[in-house]
C-alpha cells in the first residue's frame, strides 16, 4: 500500500530531523520525507495536522505471556496493546511458561508473531536452563533461532561463579547479558525499605539489593569483557554507579520503567496493589536521580515494563499480590510528558523510546526515520487530553498504578513496514 502522511511535524532523534514535512510510504520503506515524487500516487492519506510523525517506538521490556497462555491468545492482544501505544518493535524476557531456553520454542514465538503481522518481536534467550542458575543456555543455537541477547529476567543468579561463566561465554562470542541488578537474598521484600515500608509493616528491599549486584556486576565484566544491559535502574546510587562505570568506559548500558521514572513508594497509598512492581517504587530522591540520569544519557532507555497480572494475582493483600503492570499503551505519553516536566525536551523524550532502545537492541533502520529504511512510523497527537481507563486498555492486563491519572498525547496511527496495523 502507498500511503502519504501529510502536515505533520517529522521527529527523529537520530537524523537531527525536527520539522514540518510530508512522509510518502511505498512497498514497505520511506520513499520520501518531504519532497514527495510528482508520480507518487497514494492509496490513502493520512492527515497528521497538529501531530509528531515519529520513528516507531521500540521497547526492551514487554512480557506478553506466550508460550504458557495461547488459549488465551494473550500473544494477540499484547501484540494490538503494543500498536496502539505506537510501540513497533519489542524485546520479550525469557521467563515464560516454558522458559525461552530450547531454539524450537523461540522460533515458534517468532513465526507466531510475525504470522499476526504486527510489531516486531525480538526475544531474550534464558542465559541458564530453566532460569535455574545452574546450566548455560546453548546460546549460538539461540541466536540463530532468532534472540538477540540472554537474560535472567526477574530471576536472581544464585552463583556468582556460574554468571562468571555465562559473562565469559557471552563476551567470547560477543552476546549481550541482559541482567536486572539484585542480590538475591536482599532482593526478597516487596516495598522499597524506608519509612513508609515500615509504617505499613511490609518486608523491604534495600537499596544495597541494587547496589550490590551492581558491583558484582562491573567486576566481572571487567574481567571477561562482556558486554552487559543493565535492566530497569530504581536507585539513585544505582544510577551513580553506572555513571562512574560508563565513565571508566565499561561496555554497560541501562534502562529504566515509566513506572521508576513518575512514581515514588507514597503512591503505594493504603496497600495499593496496582503498585505492588518489581524493582519496587522507591523514594522521590531515587526518582529526581533517575529522571536526571535518563536526560543526561546515564540510563539510554525508557521502558513501559509491560507485565499484564490477571485480576485474581492482583486482588490479594499487597504482600501476596503478583507484582506488574501494563504499560505499553501508556509508555509515549508518560515519555512526552517527561521530556515536558524535566526540561530534557521533546527530542530526548522521543529518543529514549526510539532511537537509544533501537540501538541497544542492534537492528537496522528501527527506531529511525531515513529515506529508503524501513516504514515504522508513530502518528501522535501530542494535544489529546485522556483519562486512563484500565478498563479501556488493549491488554489482557487490566491492571496500572496510572488508573485514573489524566495523560496528554495518544497515537493515531502505527505503521510497522508500511502496513497500516492501527487507527483511531
Known amino acids: 500500500m502507498r500511503i502519504l502522511i501529510t502536515n505533520g511535524r517529522v521527529v527523529d532523534p537520530a537524523s537531527g530531523l525536527d520539522r514540518q514535512a510530508d512522509v510518502a510510504v511505498a512497498d514497505g520503506k520511506l520513499l ?29 521490556a514487554a512480557r506478553l505471556r ?26 520479550c524476557p525469557p521467563d515464560t511458561d516454558p522458559v525461552l531456553d530450547e531454539p524450537g520454542l523461540v522460533e515458534m514465538l517468532k513465526f507466531r508473531a510475525e504470522k499476526m503481522q504486527s510489531a516486531r518481536l525480538f526475544p531474550l534467550g534464558a542465559l541458564t536452563r530453566g532460569l535455574k542458575g545452574e546450566v548455560l543456555t546453548e546460546m549460538a543455537e539461540l541466536t540463530e533461532a532468532g534472540c538477540i541477547g540472554f537474560s535472567q529476567a526477574e530471576v536472581p543468579m544464585p552463583s556468582t561463579q556460574v554468571l562468571q561463566r555465562a559473562l565469559q561465554y557471552a563476551s567470547t562470542f560477543g552476546y549481550t547479558a541482559w541482567l536486572r541488578p539484585q542480590d538475591r537474598d536482599l532482593g526478597q521484600g516487596v516495598a522499597a525499605s524506608g519509612p513508609l515500608a515500615t509504617r505499613l509493616g511490609l518486608s523491604g528491599v534495600p537499596v544495597a539489593a541494587e547496589t550490590i549486584a551492581l558491583f ?15 535492566c530497569r535502574l530504581s536507585s539513585a546510587a544505582g544510577v551513580a554507579l553506572v555513571r562512574a562505570a560508563k565513565a571508566e568506559g565499561l561496555p554497560v548500558s541501562c534502562d529504566v520503567s515509566i513506572n521508576s521514572l513518575h512514581l515514588a513508594d507514597i503512591d503505594i497509598g493504603y496497600f495499593d496493589s496496582r503498585a505492588r512492581l518489581n524493582p519496587p517504587l522507591r523514594q522521590q530522591r531515587d526518582r529526581d536521580a533517575l529522571s536526571a540520569g535518563l536526560a543526561d544519557g546515564t540510563i539510554d532507555a525508557l521502558v513501559s515494563d509491560h507485565t499484564p497480572v490477571e485480576a485474581d494475582a492482583k486482588t490479594l493483600p499487597f504482600a501476596e499480590s503478583e507484582p506488574g503492570a501494563s504499560g505499553l499503551e501508556l509508555l509515549l505519553p508518560l ?30 533502520g528501527a527506531g529511525r526515520l531515513e529515506q529508503g529504511g524501513a516504514a515504522d512510523v508513530c502518528v501522535a497527537d501530542p494535544a489529546i487530553e485522556w483519562q486512563v481507563r484500565p478498563e479501556a486498555l488493549r491488554s489482557q492486563g487490566k491492571h496500572t498504578p496510572f488508573g485514573g491519572y489524566a495523560l496528554r498525547g495518544r497515537t493515531r496511527h502505527t505503521l510497522v513496514g508500511g502496513r497500516l496495523v492501527h487507527t483511531c
Do not use: K
Open 66 to 91: 506466550e508460550p504458557g497462555y495461547e488459549h488465551e491468545r494473550m500473544l494477540e492482544s499484547e501484540m494490538a496493546a503494543a500498536v496502539a501505544g505506537g510501540v513497533t518493535s519489542l524485546v
Open 335 to 364: 515519555a512526552l510528558q517527561w521530556g515536558e516536566q524535566s526540561g530534557a525536551g521533546l527530542m530526548r523524550a522521543v529518543e529514549v523510546v526510539s532511537a537509544a532502545p533501537a540501538r541497544l537492541v542492534g537492528v537496522a
Open 216 to 230: 558484582t556486576i562491573f567486576e566481572l565484566v571487567r574481567s571477561t569483557g562482556a558486554r552487559v544491559h543493565l
Open 32 to 60: 520520501a520525507i518531504g519532497g514527495t515524487p510528482a508520480d507518487f500516487n497514494a492509496d490513502r492519506t493520512l492527515d497528521a495536522t497538529g501531530c509528531l510523525v515519529l520513528p516507531g517506538l521500540v521497547d526492551l
